[in-house]
């Protein structure tokens, strides 16, 4: 590489001043590589105890885990200039791929979702917009003052509104919403004014009642049932009733590797996707649970330091938003699945069975990498 | 103004980021500790309560199916209940191989390839843990007997009683109620899957669908405590179900069993109405099937052969089919001369046998007309043109009323319309206008089109509930009816006031005297010579003790398609004219108004009138049982 170009800044961060590695030479981060790749091995252990101790299903999780490494690697290759200058063209194809999978997309469940290329691939384009949409609105903010003026905050939520709209129309409500609130992170992060947020969620909590109010009694049942399923114990009440005996009755240290009644009985359903936590609960108890914590904790904690350690608005917002966001998703699953919150689906990130979350998520941490060793002020 | 320029400040920027990052990660791991909380809470606190339901014992959640309500007629007789029926369910987590447990079922009481790929099929079915799966329905004692002998030989195969739709009066009240059928693959994808939990049937037809919301009740469940054979040990607790609302119909099963009786073997419909509600009293379509047949599966040749029969036994025709209405709709025709103007109850016609068009060479002829050159009726006006049938006069009337104010007129009627309230598979018939011409065909409409419609020919079609329908209008005097099948019952009704909106106001009391009386004449007009009696005296009107009001009429078949293969006479037969009769009854206070269709009957006023009075008689007549006394005699018969 062409080093003699690069002048390295004196104190910015761990790699400063040292002689070049296999991880600079790489772009690599080995706190982000080795935790991601730590909770995937985690994750397949699990996995191969959900499956009833089938290989095949581990072995092809691991050819994906496998792929998204691959990816991650290629995308920390890249300079993040190259990320800024693309991030309008990628969020235009983006809106574009939406707008096909509702013309021309392939119905799944009841919704579409998918896009297909016959003989190619398949694929779901909100997924793409996953990383889009933080990287679009950073490209945004990028060269403007911060923190950002209304007018600013207007064209903002435009952007963070039309794919949602979109996504909303699959339908896939769960995606929308978590769409929704990437983008609203990076909006905190650029140093929307305190004032504006405590005025939002005042006036959310204002309006509630009224449209609670306005809302026709089935509708309301619906709402009551999507946050307290017993009231429904046949339908939607029956995974969420399910996995919490699961994960109770597993206790401190849990049944045992192998040994979960639920899961093997098959009264957890979903438990190699988005249930796969109760069946880690079931049987290495809350000690297994909280050990995954800690680990997902300290993958965020090295994002927090690359967002706060990045030398340009693009890549602060970026990096930031790509570590919280993660977060989101632990959150909504894990809350989902004690029944905290209501049943949307969202994987447990890096843990649950499929290929298509990893992949999004590595690809994440492959533009965080790419921040972090793309630090230098070119001549 | 130039604005004045100022610089990005870079590290209030980065200081900004770095405070909402501090209080972004303050936030996250708070949050974790909140669901480390919620962990500990269920993990550790209530331990105790999940393991006890998780290790001792499975807790399972079964669902109560509710009972589905009874349909009665208008005495109160039963016309659709609920008899247990045992079928064979397999609950799939409790056998250890489905292969060798089929073969041993088969062995015993034998089972087709059809049951089970059908089996099979409803096995990919998403379903709860636990839930047994049906294989076999409608066990006989014989069956039951094998399989309970062998039962510890067959774990995880059960005998459930359940109760299931039942037709007492089969055949008879198929087309006037409709039936349920089993849920398929079609139901389940649309289906609310909770609310059809352990119901295997859904109303697929008439009122069974109409009021299937009303029918089905809500489904309950209980959860309990179970070993781990699946047996139940204690249940936790309950919630019933709800059983469906019961309802009653307008509908006279005495009435029915007579229209059934008066139609025989021929193919045909009849639609009877008390004008006063719009109350179905008697719809019989022939020729019917068993709708128990149904119920718990029909195989396949059965099905096949009513389905491909060239009777079409599965055709409701009393609403869905659609025929010409010949002369049958020269009565409210007439009704649309006098309000218009076009005609005067003094205006007459001499009445050659033929009609021509000006400066048109096509000969519209007279149904008496002959080649010998006797024909016609004389002179004509309005109440003679209706008891004589007369169609000359009515090609006139049509022409100077012309399609549109035709189509206007009629619809007032509830023609071309579905105004039928519970009856889903009800059709709209068609009345034609030069817009609808214009839209369809692409055409012109044309006067000689128009002519045809004077006598019910032509692009005019109408259902025998349409047909019905109008006539109880007309005994109403042009008090709006819409026909429905439900007497009362159920809270998820339709609006069940009559609307006067629709009622038809402006026709002056005269002109429903002179239409009413033409019609009376129909039947009455009697012993005056020939060519002046009403065209159904002869048949019914010589001894009659109430006073009717009909109208017969004789609708061309529409072609049969050449080349198809029929053997002479039966060509003959297919080809022969429909027979019409309309009446309501009695005249001075109509309870009744009737329609009559006889397919490839003949002529309307010989052989479709004579069904329109048996059946009169019966309900006027023969009908004078107290309703307990009916109720006990078809006991009885039954």
């Known amino acids: ?379 | 103004m130039v604005e004045p320029l100022v610089l990005k400040d870079h590290s209030l920027e980065s200081q900004i980021f770095f405070d909402r990052v501090v209080v972004g990660f303050a936030l996250l791991i708070l949050l974790t500790m909140f669901l480390v909380g919620r962990l500990f809470y269920l993990q550790i606190v209530q331990h105790d309560i999940y393991a006890t339901l998780s290790d001792r014992n499975r807790i399972q959640v079964q669902s109560l199916p509710p009972i589905r309500g009874l349909i009665y007629d208008r005495n109160g007789e039963l016309i659709a209940d609920n008899v247990p029926s045992y079928s064979l369910t397999v609950t799939v987590e409790r056998v250890n191989d489905m292969d060798a447990t089929l073969g041993e079922i088969d062995a015993l009481i034998g089972l087709t390839k059809d049951e089970i790929d059908e089996f099979k099929r409803r096995l990919e079915r998403r379903r709860r843990p636990f839930e047994s799966v049906p294989i076999l329905f409608k066990l006989n004692q014989q069956e039951i007997a094998r399989i309970s002998v062998n039962k510890y030989a067959l774990p995880g195969v059960d005998i459930e009683a359940r109760l299931v739709r039942h037709y007492p009066k089969g055949e008879l009240m198929v087309h006037a109620v409709g039936s349920v059928r089993r849920i398929n693959e079609d139901d389940v994808k649309r289906l609310d899957r909770v609310a059809y939990s352990g119901t295997d049937h859904i109303g697929k037809i008439g009122v069974e669908k109409y009021y299937e919301n009303a029918l089905l009740g809500a489904v309950g469940y209980r959860r309990v405590e179970t070993d781990a054979r699946g047996r139940v040990m204690k249940v936790l607790d309950q919630s019933p179900p709800t059983s469906g609302q019961n309802l009653v119909l307008h509908v006279d099963s005495s009435l029915q069993r007579a229209a059934s009786e008066a139609l025989g073997n021929r193919r045909g419909t009849i639609v009877a109405i008390e004008p006063s509600t719009g109350g179905i009293l008697a719809m019989v379509s022939k020729p019917a099937y068993d709708p128990n047949l149904f119920v718990t599966g029909i195989d396949h040749e059965t099905y096949a052969a009513l389905r491909d029969s060239r009777d079409v036994p599965l055709f409701n025709r009393a609403i869905q089919g659609q025929y010409e209405p010949g002369s049958t709709i020269k009565p409210f025709l007439g009704l649309a001369g006098l309000v218009s103007g076009v005609v005067s109850p003094e205006y007459t016609i001499e009445d050659p046998g033929w009609f021509k068009l000006p400066n048109n060479e096509r000969l519209y002829r007279d149904w008496n007309w002959s080649i010998e050159g006797y024909g016609g009726h004389g002179e004509v006006n309005l109440q003679k043109a209706i008891y004589r049938s007369c169609n000359v006069y009515f090609y006139n009337m049509a022409v100077k009323l012309g399609i549109d104010r035709i189509h206007d007129y009629l619809s007032l009627f509830g023609f071309g319309r579905n105004t039928a309230l519970d009856l889903p598979e009800a059709r709209s018939g068609l009345l034609p206008s030069k817009a609808w011409k214009k839209q369809t065909r692409g055409l012109a409409w044309y006067p000689g089109d128009t002519v045809n419609i004077g006598i019910g020919q032509g692009d005019i079609l109408v259902t025998p509930l349409q047909l019905a329908t109008a006539v109880a209008m007309l005994a109403n005097r042009g008090k709006a009816i819409q026909p429905r099948m439900l007497k009362k019952g159920a809270s998820l009704l339709p609006e069940m006031a009559t609307k006067s909106e629709n009622d038809i106001g402006l026709i002056p009391d005269h002109a429903w005297n002179l239409i009413i009386d033409g019609m009376i004449d129909v039947v009455h007009r009697g012993n005056r010579g020939f060519g002046e009696n009403g065209t159904a005296w002869a048949y019914i009107g010589q001894d009659i003790s109430y006073r009717m009001a009909g109208k017969s009429g004789t609708a061309q078949v529409v072609g049969i398609a050449q080349g198809e293969e029929y053997d002479e006479a039966e060509l003959d037969e297919r080809n022969r004219k429909h027979a019409w009769f309309v009446a309501f009854a009695p005249v001075e206070q109509p309870v009744i108004a009737i329609a009559v269709l006889i397919e490839n009957g003949g002529g309307g006023s010989e052989f479709a009138a004579p069904v329109v009075r048996q059946i009169l008689d019966h309900y006027l007549l023969a009908d004078k049982l107290s309703v307990a006394d009916r109720g006990r005699q078809t006991l009885k018969v039954n």
């Not at chain 1, 297909?116 to 990287?135: A, D, H, T, Y």
């Not at chain 1, 447990?348 to 290929?355: E, K, R």
């Open chain 1, 1 to 379: 590489m062409s080093q003699d170009f690069v002048r390295r800044l004196p104190n910015a961060g761990l790699t400063a001043g040292r002689p070049s590695t296999l991880g600079e030479a790489f772009h690599l981060d080995w706190p982000i590589v080795g935790l991601t790749l730590l909770i995937c091995f985690y994750g397949l252990i699990v996995l191969f105890s959900a499956v009833d101790q089938q290989t095949a299903p581990v072995v092809a999780q691991t050819i994906k885990i496998g792929i998204a490494t691959i990816v991650m690697v290629t995308m920390a290759q890249i300079s993040p200039i190259f990320y800024l200058r693309l991030a309008p063209w990628l969020y235009g194809a983006g809106l574009i791929l939406l707008v096909l999978v509702l013309a021309f997309g392939r119905e799944i469940n009841g919704s579409q979702r998918w896009l297909r290329i016959p003989g190619v691939l398949n694929f779901q384009p909100s997924e793409l917009m996953k990383l889009v949409l933080p990287m679009i609105l950073a490209w945004y903010f990028h060269d403007r003052h911060l923190p950002p003026k209304l007018k600013h905050l207007f064209w903002a939520a435009v952007m963070i509104v039309t794919p949602v709209l979109l996504i909303a129309r699959q339908p896939d409500l769960g995606t929308a919403l978590l769409i929704a609130s990437s983008g609203l992170l990076v909006v905190l992060l650029a140093g929307i004014p305190w004032r504006y947020v405590w005025a939002a969620i005042g006036a959310g909590l204002v309006t509630a009642p009224v449209l609670w109010f306005a809302l026709r009694d089935y509708q309301k049942d619906r709402i009551l049932t999507l946050f307290n399923p017993e009231r429904d114990p046949l339908g939607a009440g029956w995974n969420i009733i399910q996995s919490k005996t699961a994960i109770g009755s597993g206790g401190l240290f849990g049944k045992g590797l192998f040994q979960g009644t639920q899961s093997h009985l098959d009264f957890l359903p979903e438990s190699q996707t988005d249930f796969i936590i109760a069946v880690m609960g079931e049987e290495l108890g809350l000690v297994g649970v909280v050990g995954l914590l800690l680990l997902y904790i300290l993958l965020m904690g090295r994002g927090a330091v690359i967002s706060v350690q990045a030398q340009d608005t693009f890549g602060r917002l970026l990096a930031g938003t790509i570590t919280f966001t993660f977060f989101v998703y632990v959150f909504v699953n894990i809350g989902m699945v004690t029944g905290v919150l209501p049943v949307v689906g969202v994987p447990l990130p890096l843990v649950s069975y499929g290929g298509t979350s990893i992949l999004t998520l590595f690809a994440g941490f492959g533009i965080l990498m790419s921040i972090h060793t793309h630090r230098r002020i070119t001549l």
